[in-house]
């Protein structure tokens, strides 16, 4: 059986490619979506990629992950900050957990670089645009292949 990753995106990031500042690049978010859809078969991998622009929504997306995915890859964009909730469904998902940021937010304003997700990550990409999203999933099929 493949293993099967959730790919689960936060507010707005449905809005990408549409910034005019640039700040997450020109690549639409549908676009996003197909590569990672074409990298995942590459490597042999499920995945459900999904947005929702709703705290209880991702919360429950991350509670079906426990019965129904093997990892996760979290961009929880602005609810990365706040979302104790979201922190709380995390920990009780015992696969990988990959957080995955389009931009260096470390780099951007000081209420950026306090993440709730981290906590319950297993590792971190950010700065590195679509091309992180691909190395999200590259890291989670290793880290299924060798976990025992
Ligand atoms: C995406 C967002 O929407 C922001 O709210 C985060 C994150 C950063 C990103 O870089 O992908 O602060």
């Known amino acids: 059986m493949p293993h099967t990753v959730f790919f689960l ?3 707005n990031a449905n809005l990408y490619g ?3 500042n640039g700040t997450y690049g020109s690549e639409s978010f549908a676009s996003i979506e197909q590569r990672c859809q ?37 961009n929880a ?14 920990l009780a998902f015992e696969g990988p957990i990959i957080e995955a940021h389009m931009s260096n937010i470390w780099k951007r304003e ?9 906590k319950a990550a297993t590792g971190v990409i950010a700065g590195l645009g679509a091309m992180g999203y691909r190395l999200a999933l590259t890291a ?9």
């Open 77 to 90: 964009a602005g609810l990365t900050y706040s979302s104790v909730p979201i922190l709380d469904a995390l």
């Open 38 to 74: 074409r990298h995942a078969g590459e490597l042999g991998l499920t995945l459900e990629f999904r947005q929702s622009n709703h705290e209880g929504v991702l919360v429950d997306w991350i509670q079906d992950a426990r019965l129904n995915a093997d990892a996760i890859i979290i």
């Open 18 to 20: 549409l910034d005019k």
């Open 110 to 118: 000081s209420f950026r670089h306090h993440s709730y997700v981290s």
């Open 9 to 11: 995106n936060g507010p």
């Open 140 to 148: 989670a099929a290793e880290l299924l292949e060798t976990q025992p």
